[in-house]
């Protein structure tokens, strides 16, 4: 499957209705990391939309992957590396206070001053390890 500009259009409109969605019927932010996050431990008041949250994007995930598995690629790095990584990520968001999804989707369309201070840092952060691991590699 080949990505083109109106499908790269829908899944962003996609992330925006979502986040629009849970920030009207809930009053919250749609930052995964604050999602997960706060499962652990879980706040039973909370614990409903929070589960349903990441089961629709597990199943998500699942969908495309049945209905056209060519857009699913396999990981180029090793298991270990990726579960390093993604703990290293885990980490920065709770340092960050939030991850691109809360910042760039939600922080960004609030006029947020530190959500626009934490998505330059994620963007250059990104770029300079593209270009690390460009060169490295």
Do not use: E, K, N, Q
């Amino acid at each position: 499957m080949t990505s083109t500009w109106w499908t790269a259009l829908a899944g962003g409109g996609l992330i925006g209705a979502a986040s629009s969605l849970l920030f009207l019927t809930h009053g919250r932010v749609a930052g995964i990391s604050g999602i997960i996050g706060s499962l652990l431990p879980p706040v039973a008041r909370d614990l409903d939309w929070r589960i349903a949250f990441i089961v629709g994007l597990v199943a998500a995930g699942v969908v495309l992957a049945i209905a056209a598995p060519s857009a699913v690629g396999a990981s180029v790095r090793s298991p270990v590396l990726v579960v390093v990584a993604g703990l290293l990520v885990g980490y920065g968001t709770r340092w960050g206070s939030g991850c691109t999804s809360g910042h760039g989707v939600c922080g960004l369309s609030r006029l947020s001053p530190r959500s626009l201070v934490a998505v330059v840092t994620f963007m250059l952060t990104g770029a300079i390890s593209a270009y690390v691991a460009g060169v490295v590699s």
